[in-house]
């Protein structure tokens, strides 16, 4: 079975369809047409995903699971603990004005293994989340990680080595919570892939589910990359709105915003580069089309973690360009000032 190289599937159809075929695409974000596949004529019949596990509720887990939950022949389950659960009870999630009647399941109890175990928590509850699910996991169970950084997928084979993992990252979605209220006017799109090219059936699943539920992915080329591009844009954006307090119009007004923004997305495409990634400046201006159409009022994660007092992901961003940049001798200024700026403002960091 011969996958293409971006099978892409968005919201809004008749805004953005290509002529000769008939599902949505990404043209906005300067991505090559969509090629749909049969799933379900001769070869290419496959076993659905039907059970998924969700762990992490805020505001992409929130806005991702409403979608999941209403996806045909789905199951979804909600993993959390006790307190949680019943505080969900008491004041259920609300996505866009409505209330979401989420299935919540406790560590402890006993249930099939799920199909995919999707994880939307912060990168500082992720070794409790790898815990928290270890009963959904069985031998064939799919794990696909939305964190920010380029590091939870290989903690997540640290713990369960014989599992499938594919990578991923969430583009141009400007969910926001607030409370048990989660907001959006976007949710973009989930680009995931198989670094190692070697389970494309795994890749067609979640692709197939993937349309069922509505939720807007790419399978790109080089999946590696896509998830660098996405780092160097959470070290840019994410540390600049944190200490600016900005949501992105005013990196779409301000042009110094804006330059600082891609001061410190230059030192991560330095050390990428130094790693064997092709970034390049072309690449920043790639997020400027996915940027200008975003929400003005929309806020990065990291923005909401300081407005809300708690601890940000400014090791798994600045940090880890700072450790990286030492390790190739690639000097990395911009998130040194960064780093230390957002240490002194919030609480202490994982």
């Known amino acids: 079975m011969q996958l293409p190289t971006y099978i892409i599937l968005t919201q809004h159809a008749e805004k953005h369809a290509v002529a000769g075929c008939t599902q949505p695409n990404l043209y906005m974000f300067g991505l090559a047409p969509c090629?749909?596949?049969?799933?379900?004529?001769?070869?290419?019949?496959?076993?659905?995903?039907?059970?998924?596990?969700?762990?992490g509720l805020g505001a992409v887990g929130a806005a991702y699971g409403s979608r999941l939950l209403m996806a045909t022949e789905t199951e979804l389950s909600v993993v959390v603990d006790r307190t949680r659960k019943d505080r969900y009870r008491e004041r259920p999630v609300v996505v866009n004005g409505q209330d979401i009647a989420f299935s919540y399941v406790l560590p402890d109890e006993d249930?099939?293994?799920?199909?995919?175990?999707?994880?939307?928590?912060?990168?500082?509850?992720?070794?409790?989340?790898?815990?928290?699910?270890?009963?959904?996991?069985?031998?064939?169970?799919?794990?696909?990680?939305?964190?920010?950084?380029?590091?939870?997928?290989?903690?997540?084979?640290?713990?369960?080595?014989?599992?499938?993992?594919?990578?991923?990252?969430?583009?141009?979605?400007?969910?926001?919570?607030?409370?048990?209220?989660?907001?959006?006017?976007?949710?973009?799109y989930i680009s995931f892939?198989?670094?190692?090219?070697?389970?494309?059936?795994?890749?067609?699943?979640?692709?197939?589910?993937?349309?069922?539920?509505?939720?807007?992915?790419?399978?790109?080329?080089?999946?590696?990359?896509?998830?660098?591009?996405?780092?160097?844009?959470?070290?840019?954006?994410?540390?600049?709105?944190?200490?600016?307090?900005?949501?992105?119009?005013?990196?779409?007004q301000s042009t110094d915003a804006h330059t600082v923004m891609a001061m410190a997305m230059r030192e991560v495409i330095a050390i990428a580069r130094q790693l064997g990634i092709e970034l390049s400046e072309d690449d920043i201006d790639r997020f400027d089309d996915v940027l200008y159409a975003m929400a003005p009022t929309g806020k990065t994660s990291m923005l909401q973690d300081v407005e809300a007092g708690r601890p940000t992901e400014v090791e798994q961003l600045s940090g880890r360009v700072l450790q990286i940049g030492r390790q190739l001798g690639v000097p990395t200024p911009v998130n040194e000032v960064l780093y230390r700026a957002i240490r002194a403002i919030t609480p202490a960091s994982p």
């Open 35 to 55: 090629r749909m596949l049969e799933v379900e004529k001769g070869e290419l019949r496959m076993e659905r995903i039907r059970r998924v596990s969700l762990i």
């Open 111 to 188: 249930v099939e293994p799920a199909d995919l175990v999707l994880i939307a928590v912060k990168y500082d509850g992720l070794a409790q989340a790898l815990k928290d699910i270890r009963r959904h996991v069985g031998p064939n169970t799919i794990f696909i990680s939305l964190l920010n950084g380029i590091a939870s997928e290989d903690d997540i084979r640290d713990v369960y080595p014989n599992n499938p993992i594919l990578h991923a990252v969430c583009i141009a979605i400007d969910a926001v919570r607030s409370g048990s209220d989660v907001t959006f006017s976007s949710l973009g």
């Open 193 to 252: 892939g198989d670094a190692s090219g070697q389970q494309p059936d795994i890749v067609e699943r979640v692709r197939e589910l993937f349309e069922r539920a509505g939720i807007g992915y790419e399978v790109p080329a080089d999946i590696l990359r896509t998830m660098w591009w996405k780092f160097m844009i959470n070290v840019g954006i994410n540390q600049t709105s944190a200490i600016l307090r900005a949501p992105y119009g005013v990196f779409q």
